[in-house]
């Protein structure tokens, strides 16, 4: 069972990035999906969780409005669309079944960098 996050990397400040999770050994149908990211020297942060049907998503004050997440049950995947990214998206972000984000919940991703600089 893992998951699997990709897509991060270096990009300037208002750019975007779009980040992918993909599940091996489970189905991610019927999991609430989540996106938590944490920063250098800071705890973990929620991002983005959306349902298991698509139909309802729920986003952090910091990110509304310019995150989007998304999923595709057939593929197993789970996405997160970053626009007009900040200094202050700087983090580790990981993919997670777990809507609590604690680390000893549901299962985690290894975790992706990314990094908005100038």
């Known amino acids: 069972v893992a998951l699997a996050e990709s897509g991060g990397g270096l990009v300037h400040p208002g750019g975007s990035l779009r980040l992918s999770c993909g599940a091996s050994g489970f189905n991610i149908t019927g999991y609430l999906m989540t996106w938590a990211r944490q920063g250098a020297g800071k705890g973990l942060e929620w991002v983005s969780s959306l349902t298991s049907d698509g139909t309802k998503a729920s986003y952090a004050d910091s990110v509304k409005g310019r995150f989007t997440i998304s999923r595709d049950n057939a593929k197993n995947m789970v996405y997160l669309q970053m626009n007009s990214l900040k200094s202050e998206d700087t983090a580790l972000y990981y993919c997670?079944?777990?809507?609590?984000?604690?680390?000893?919940?549901?299962?985690w991703g290894q975790g992706i960098s990314v990094t908005v600089s100038s």
């Open positions: 997670t079944t777990s809507p609590l984000v604690r680390r000893d919940h549901g299962y």
